[in-house]
C-alpha cells in the first residue's frame, strides 16, 4: 500500500522534455462532473453485494456500474478512445481483510486523541498536536473529508522502501511508446510507526518524506535522477530536484509548477503518491463510503512480467486494465472525497475537482477521477497495491499488519488519448533493503544526487 513514488518518463540526453506521443485526438464525449453519479454508488452500509464468482462482462457490466468509479464506469461504456475490450472480463472474489501494521494501530489509540484541526482563515484547516499513526480514526462530522484528506495524507509509509519500475511507459493512440526502467529509494523520518525506529529519524531537519527516482534505461536517459522532497509543514508546497548528466548537477524546479507534466508522464506533481496534495489548501467534502469493486491483493505470478515483453499478458492491450491473470476484484469500502482548492489558491489550477477513492481500511488511495478547470472528466486510474509483510513484525501481513508493496499505477488521460502505466515489483523494505540504500544521505538529499555516476 505504498504511495506512489516520482513517475519519471520521456527524459532524454541529459535535458527533460515531454514525450513526443502527445495526441491532439479530442474525446468522443463529455462527461460533466455530477454529484448525482457519485451519491448513487453503492453505500458501505448497503445490503447490496456482489457474490464472489461473478464475472462482470460487456452483456452485464450495468447491472454492478453503482460498485464501480465513475472513470471505470465511463471505460466500459466504450465512448472514448481508451475503451474496455468487448471480450473483457473482471472476476470478482471475496473481500479479504488488510490490517494496518501493529505500532501505526498502537500509535494511532495512544496519539489521536489530542489530534485537531485548526482553521487557516482561508477555508483550509491545518493539524495540530499529531505525532504518528491515523490522526482521525473515526471521521465525522461537518469536517469528516478533511479529516480524511489528513488520513489518507498520514496513512502507513515505512522509513525505507526501494523498488524497482519495469518497463513503464508513457502511449498515445498510435501506440508510440516512451519507456523507462527506475530505481525509487523513499525515505520517510517524521511521524514514524516502525518496529526499533524512533517516531522521528534524528538529524533530518524540517523533512517529512523524500522520494528519490533514478533511471537506469534507455541508455540515453541513464542516470537521470529526480528528488521530491516534503517538509514536515503539510501546507509547504515540495521542492522537486533533477540531476542532469549532461550538466553534471541537480537542477531545482518551481514549486509552483504542481500541474506541469510530470516528465512527461500523465501524472502531475500534485498526482505523485497518487494523490501529492498540501491539505491546508485545500477542501475535501465527504461524499459518502461506498462499496467499490478494486484489485487489493493482485497477483504476485505476473508482477514481473512487464519486463518480459512488450506489454504484459495480464492486461488488456492496449488500454492496459487488469485481466484476470492480474488479479480477482473485491468490494473495498471506501471513502468517496470531492477534494478542490480552497478559493485563494484556485486560481489557475488544472482540476477542477479531484474525486478520491480512499479504502477505509488502509487510508491509501486506490482510484482517482480527475475533471479538468471546467469539471469535464479528464484523468481516471487505479493504484493498484500488493500487501507485503513488513520486517519485525514477526508474521504474515495477517498478524504483522499490511505493510507496502509492489503495485500497478495507471492513468488513463480520457481528453488527449494518452496512457500512464507503471508496473513496480521488487519491493524492499526498511531492513530487508539492501545496506546501499540505508542512507539518507545519499538517497534523500540534492547533495547525494551528485553521486549517481560513481
Not at 460498485?67 to 471505470?72: I, K, R, S
Not at 533514478?214 to 509547504?236: C, H, M, R
Not at 492491450?317 to 478559493?343: C, I, Q, S, T, Y
Amino acid at each position: 500500500m505504498y504511495k506512489r513514488g516520482c513517475l519519471v518518463f520521456g527524459v532524454l540526453a541529459g535535458a527533460f522534455v515531454l514525450t513526443s506521443g502527445w495526441s491532439t485526438a479530442k474525446a468522443q464525449t463529455v462527461v460533466m462532473w455530477d454529484s448525482r453519479a457519485y451519491d448513487q454508488l453503492v453505500s458501505a452500509d448497503s445490503p447490496d453485494t456482489i457474490p464472489p464468482g461473478t464475472k462482470i462482462t460487456k452483456q452485464n457490466w450495468q447491472q454492478y456500474k453503482n460498485f464501480m468509479p465513475v472513470g471505470m464506469q465511463a471505460l466500459w461504456q466504450q465512448k472514448f478512445y481508451w475503451k474496455l475490450p468487448d471480450d473483457a472480463v473482471m472476476e470478482t472474489r471475496a473481500t479479504q481483510s488488510i490490517p494496518l501494521p501493529k505500532k501505526y494501530q498502537q500509535d494511532t489509540e495512544k496519539y489521536s486523541g489530542q489530534v485537531k484541526l485548526v482553521p487557516t482563515g482561508d477555508g483550509g484547516y491545518n493539524l495540530e498536536n499529531y505525532v504518528a499513526g491515523a490522526p482521525f480514526p473515526h471521521p465525522g462530522g461537518e469536517l469528516a473529508g478533511v479529516q480524511i484528506l489528513y488520513n489518507e495524507y498520514y496513512a502507513y509509509i515505512p522509513y525505507l522502501i526501494t523498488t524497482y519500475a519495469h518497463l513503464g511507459f508513457t502511449m498515445d493512440r498510435f501506440h508510440n511508446k516512451v519507456a523507462n526502467e527506475v530505481r525509487e529509494v523513499n525515505f520517510k523520518v517524521k511521524h514514524l510507526s516502525d518496529p526499533n525506529k524512533p517516531v522521528d529519524i534524528p538529524g533530518t531537519g524540517d523533512l517529512f518524506i523524500t522520494q528519490n527516482n533514478i533511471i537506469w534505461t534507455p541508455e540515453q536517459s541513464k542516470y537521470v535522477n529526480a528528488l521530491q522532497i516534503f517538509y514536515n509543514d503539510p501546507g509547504k508546497l515540495p521542492e522537486t530536484f533533477v540531476f542532469v548528466p549532461a550538466l553534471r548537477r541537480s537542477l531545482r524546479t518551481s514549486t509552483a509548477a504542481r500541474c506541469s507534466p510530470l516528465l512527461g508522464s500523465d501524472y502531475t506533481e500534485d498526482d505523485e503518491r497518487s494523490m501529492n496534495l498540501q491539505p491546508p489548501i485545500f477542501q475535501a467534502k465527504f461524499v459518502g463510503y461506498k462499496k467499490i469493486l478494486m484489485i487489493a491483493h493482485p497477483n504476485p505470478a505476473y508482477a514481473d512480467e512487464g519486463a518480459k515483453l512488450g506489454h504484459p499478458t495480464a492486461y488488456y492491450w492496449p488500454l492496459m486494465f487488469p485481466n484476470p491473470k492480474a488479479g480477482a476484484w473485491e468490494l473495498r469500502n471506501v471513502a468517496v472525497l470531492d477534494v478542490r482548492r480552497v478559493p485563494s489558491h484556485s486560481s489557475g489550477y488544472c482540476y477542477g475537482s479531484r474525486m478520491a477513492f480512499i479504502d477505509k481500511e488502509t487510508w491509501q488511495p486506490v482510484w482517482m477521477d480527475l475533471y479538468d478547470a471546467n469539471l469535464k472528466l479528464w484523468k481516471v486510474g487505479p493504484s493498484v497495491y500488493r500487501p507485503m509483510t513488513l520486517p519485525g513484525t514477526g508474521g504474515d501481513v495477517a498478524t504483522g499488519g499490511g505493510g507496502p508493496g509492489d503495485g500497478v499505477y495507471m492513468y488513463w488521460d480520457l481528453q488527449n488519448a494518452h496512457i500512464t502505466f507503471d508496473p513496480q515489483n521488487g519491493a524492499q523494505i526498511n531492513e530487508d533493503a539492501p545496506r546501499a540504500y540505508d542512507d539518507f544521505a545519499r538517497w534523500g538529499t540534492p547533495a547525494g544526487m551528485q553521486q549517481v555516476m560513481q
